[in-house]
């Protein structure tokens, strides 16, 4: 059938000429739109460049409104790149906080006027408004701006390729502003990965290519800085030098920013006089140009810092007042910087004895970054603190603020100054709690108690000096909480943290945010393998870091989330809860004492903590004490012994004068208790049972007899008194007793695996772990896994389950990357894991544990991190959840090993609390050796860290008195058949 159309071109002409008026209406009115929104922006431009704020303000505000009630009227090309414009002329007049009033509305309403918007100019629009936050010194305002921009960068489809590195270098900056290293390294990272990756490319024109190589230099810069920030100047030196290059290649203008860096780095290594070169070609620079900028100003107060540490007062002083006699006249010089300059004159007054004015230039300085107001002649009140912004100078000023006071009271005999100074320093403290919270890297948290030791060391010699002068037990316990808060901070926090997560989030987002750092920790492990493989493949490389990145983006939106939308938890996170010296006296028992120790500049402080009492002592000249320790160290590790008659003379000598340093002073209250110790700094590397309680000496080479003390007292550990009072709420009631593995590596693994190849010498066979751990099963029940069975998986999968674990088994340690350390399971063994147990993976897991057994070499040695405590495996199981670890603190014989676990595990079966058990093994051991295995070397290097306890360990009766007592009846029944069978024969 033909149908008929001729009716339909009429229709369609008809319908096109009544669609075309109010289309045609549409377009007029967006003409209109667009000459409203171009007026408004000209007038803003106008009233800004009148310096008419106020105006430039309200009418941006009239502009930005229309398009929040009209989006669709105005083309996102349009008012975003006009928006963007205005942004950038006043973010070039250095006018940040006006930056930041006209367009932090942008992110609120920015979701309404989303559609089909240029991404690009939004993203540059918001980077910049980021900048202006930064600029101010508010980092933590800035990061989640940055955040929104890189979000509107990765929907723009023409982005140029040096867009992204930017915006992630940014980003870093932001963070390492805050402190927080390990994030910034993150984000330093990627941009780095990304910009080789792009400067590999053969299309790259010759523009591109410098812009990348200019984003580069800025890169190493910043990822020089993160190592100047953890004290890895060595590095970052060799970091500034490699940009340096770059700048010289490119003709750049950032070499000042960098020989500025490199005599930071130079000075913090006390090579001064290439510190000094490095920052006279900073400032050489400016004066050669003719003109100064907020950079000469840095560079100026970092040149008078050094000329201060090296006595030149005057040159010094002469500097500082130049620099802030200039600075007013300088664009963009920030409040941070003005801060240190009265700081620099504080410091130069409080030398020359003039402690008033030096205090009120401080206040001058936290004025300048606070919200102090009238802050001169006021010292003996306590400012109001932002630490949003420049949170480690605020820190800095009320430390200053703290020292100034302190020395004005001890050159005036002034107890009133002294107190003021003791308020200042439990400021300083709370500041530095609430940043620790803040960071969100472990190994930001860790390296900020590196730089805060000293706050706590000058803040307990303070207290000595008061309490010296008017003893009280208010200021004991003070004392007491100090060194709380002054030890492993970093590892306290993160417990709480754990804790708080499990209390008060859901349980989808706690194993959400657990599998996706279980997810990166396995990346980094992969990574690390093909980086340290001689033939590994650089695009795998690649590829895996682009897929590990992805996950970290994913892990830190989901934090977000959680700080937004869960308001209990981020309560709880900011409740630092240290126990009270009164808490833990009624948590210790009758026959239980306590001792915690902290290093200062002038002293070891003491606390002695019983049921019933407690004192205070320091010990002078702690850098001596910590040299004797070291020299003890080496004794026990017979790294500096040859058993001569001489050599024991010395072992026994030191190990008394160090028990009468350290516990001497409480040497009656100690008789027949328990000791737990609290060491700091040197002292964690030494086992207290080896010290010797007699003053006797004897030059024979036996060392079965030694008074030590473990003959006297049971000892352990803890990294403070909160971590050992302290008990997890555990996720579920664990029922089974004991886990035993132990690997074994005699196993061929040349051209199977590079990686392993490249361990195996260092992993030789252990004879005694596997029988370890048959005992465990033959005795005690335990399930247990050896040989080809001891792999990484079966203990990940079985690990939360059990009451005791142990692991006999290899530690490798790498004291310069903790983090490279492992525990090595049997080698090739395991399809899904490589078979190195990283501290990360250990740290992910979900422990229940009372007791973990490392009985591998130096499972509880590592670097150690002033303020923060000796980074060991051991440690990682105590974040995991286990209440207790026994661990080793150098390479323990692996026979005596074997002697000492057996018999620990029968006393723990007997009903003994772990550290009896402990101590009754080693004195077994130390009743059954000989004259030369008695040394400490063989039985010392097993101690306990963290809480005692008594664990139901069910001992499997051994059949053998069955059997014997089963032999005596036969041969008794056999002999009595035998004599009457005699006997009725006779008959």
């Known amino acids: 059938m033909i149908r008929n159309f001729s009716y339909i071109l009429p229709g369609i002409l008809l319908l096109c000429s009544t669609s075309w008026i109010p289309l045609a209406a549409q377009e007029a009115e967006q003409d209109v739109a667009n000459k409203e929104s171009q007026s408004y922006i000209i007038q803003a431009e106008q009233y800004f460049d009148q310096s008419d704020l106020d105006s430039t303000l309200i009418t941006f505000q009239k502009f930005f409104q229309k398009i929040a009630d009209h989006p669709r009227r105005y083309p996102a090309d349009d008012w975003a790149y006009s928006s963007y414009e205005l942004a950038k002329k006043i973010h070039g007049s250095f006018d940040y906080e006006l930056l930041t009033d006209i367009f932090y509305p942008l992110l609120e309403t920015e979701p309404t006027i989303i ?5 690009e100019y939004l993203g540059k629009l918001i980077n910049i408004l980021a900048i202006g936050y930064k600029q101010q010194g508010f980092f933590s305002e800035s990061i989640p701006i940055y955040n929104k921009a890189i979000e509107y960068f990765k929907l723009c489809d023409t982005l140029p390729p040096s867009f992204l590195p930017a915006m992630y270098i940014n980003l870093g900056n932001a963070l390492k502003k805050l402190g927080d290293l390990s994030e910034a390294n993150k984000y330093y990272s990627e941009a780095l990965r990304q910009i080789e990756k ?3 490319s053969e299309s790259l024109n010759e523009k591109l290519r410098e812009t990348l190589l200019d984003n ?12 100047q920030g953890l004290g890895k100047h060595s590095e970052a030196l060799v970091n500034f030098s490699e940009s340096l290059e770059i700048i010289e290649a490119l003709n750049l203008s950032d070499a000042p920013t960098v020989n500025n860096n490199m005599g ?39 040149l008078s810092d050094l000329l201060i540490e090296l006595g030149s007062l005057d040159e010094a002083d002469m500097l500082v007042s130049k620099t802030m006699n200039m600075a007013p006249r300088i664009q963009g010089v920030t409040p941070g910087q003005m801060a240190t300059a009265y700081l620099q004159v504080a410091t130069i007054k409080g030398i020359r004895g003039e402690y008033l004015s030096g205090v009120n230039s401080i206040d001058m300085g936290l004025s300048k970054i606070t919200e102090i107001e009238n802050p001169a002649g006021t010292i003996s009140r306590i400012p109001q603190i932002n630490l949003k912004n420049s949170p480690f100078k605020v820190i800095q000023a009320i430390k200053f603020r703290a020292r100034n006071l302190n020395d004005w009271g001890i050159s005036s005999n002034d107890s009133s100054k002294l107190m003021m100074a003791l308020e200042n320093y439990q400021l300083a403290e709370i500041c530095i709690d609430s940043l620790r919270v803040e960071l969100q890297g472990e190994e930001s948290k860790i390296n900020l108690s590196r730089l805060e030791k000293s706050t706590y060391a000058e803040k307990m010699d303070l207290l000595w000096r008061l309490y010296s002068a008017f003893p009280s037990s208010s200021l004991i316990s003070e004392a007491f909480e100090t060194i709380e808060k002054g030890k492993a901070a970093g590892l306290w926090n993160l417990i709480q943290l754990s804790e708080s997560r499990r209390e008060s989030l859901p349980i989808e987002i706690v194993k959400e945010e657990k599998l996706l750092k279980n997810q990166i920790t396995d990346f980094d492990n992969r990574i690390l393998s093909l980086e340290i493989s001689k033939s590994a493949d650089l695009d795998s490389i690649d590829l895996l870091k682009e897929q590990r990145f992805l996950l970290v983006e994913k892990l830190d939106s989901l934090i977000n989330y959680i ?6 938890y981020n309560q709880k996170k900011f409740q630092n809860q240290i126990f009270s010296i009164d808490e833990i006296k009624n948590l210790l028992t009758a026959d239980r004492v306590m001792i915690q120790y902290f290093f200062s500049e002038n002293y070891l402080h003491q606390i002695f903590v019983s049921r019933d009492s407690v ?66 700094e040197s002292l964690a590397y030494i086992p207290f049972e080896a010290l010797t ?3 006797s000496v004897s030059s024979e080479s036996d060392f079965r007899h030694l008074e030590y003390l473990i003959r006297q007292n049971s000892i352990s550990y803890s990294y403070t008194a909160s971590m050992w009072a302290f008990r997890k709420a555990n996720s579920h009631e664990v029922r089974k007793k004991i886990f035993g593995i132990a690997p074994t590596y005699d196993v061929q693994v040349n051209d199977k695996n590079e990686i392993w190849n490249n361990w195996m010498p260092q992993l030789p066979e252990l004879t005694g772990t596997i029988e370890e751990v048959e005992i465990l099963k033959r005795n005690f029940g335990a399930n247990t896994f050896s040989g ?42 395991d399809e899904t894991e490589d078979g190195r147990l990283y501290p990360n993976e250990i740290r992910n897991l979900d422990l229940n544990s009372s007791l973990t057994i490392l009985s591998a070499c130096k499972s509880g040695t590592g670097r150690l991190v002033s303020g923060e405590g000796v980074m060991s495996i051991s440690r990682m199981f105590i974040l995991a959840g286990s209440s207790s670890v026994i661990m080793t603190l150098w390479s323990v014989d692996d026979q005596t090993s074997l002697r000492i676990i057996e018999n620990l595990y029968g006393h723990l079966a007997d009903g003994m609390s772990i550290t009896s058990a402990l101590r009754s093994s080693k004195r077994d051991f130390l009743n059954e050796a000989g004259k030369l295995h008695a040394h400490p070397f063989f039985w010392s290097g097993f101690i306990q860290l963290g809480r005692d306890a008594t664990i139901q360990i069910p001992k499997t009766r051994s059949r053998i008195p069955w059997y014997a007592g089963g032999g005596v009846l036969a041969v008794f029944i056999i002999t009595f058949l035998i004599y009457r069978k005699t006997k009725t024969l006779s008959g």
């Open 563 to 568: 700080n937004q939308n869960f308001p209990d």
């Open 115 to 119: 559609a089909n918007q240029s991404y």
């Open 788 to 829: 080809e069975t001891a792999t990484e998986n079966k203990f990940k999968e079985s690990a939360s389950d059990y009451k005791v674990l142990h692991m006999a088994m290899h530690t490798l340690i790498d004291e310069d990357r903790p983090g490279n350390s492992f525990l090595a399971f049997t080698p090739l063994a």
């Open 198 to 200: 792009n400067l590999e």
């Open 693 to 695: 309680t007699s003053d």
């Open 615 to 680: 004192i205070y002592r320091t010990i002078t000249g702690p850098d001596s004490l910590m040299e004797q320790l070291e020299f003890f160290n080496d004794k026990l590790k017979l790294t500096r012994y040859d058993y001569s008659s001489k050599d024991v003379v010395v072992y026994q000598q030191i190990a008394h004068s160090l028990y009468k340093k350290l516990l001497g002073p409480f040497e009656e209250l100690l008789i027949d208790k328990e000791l737990i110790i609290l060491p700091d």
């Open 216 to 227: 580069k230099s800025a890169l190493l810069i910043g990822i020089g800085l993160v190592d």
């Open 264 to 302: 930071m780095s130079f000075h913090a290594l006390l090579e001064t006089e290439k510190a000094l070169d490095h920052f006279t070609a900073a400032i050489a620079f400016y004066v050669q140009r003719g003109f100064f900028d907020k950079d000469w100003v840095t560079y100026n107060l970092n």
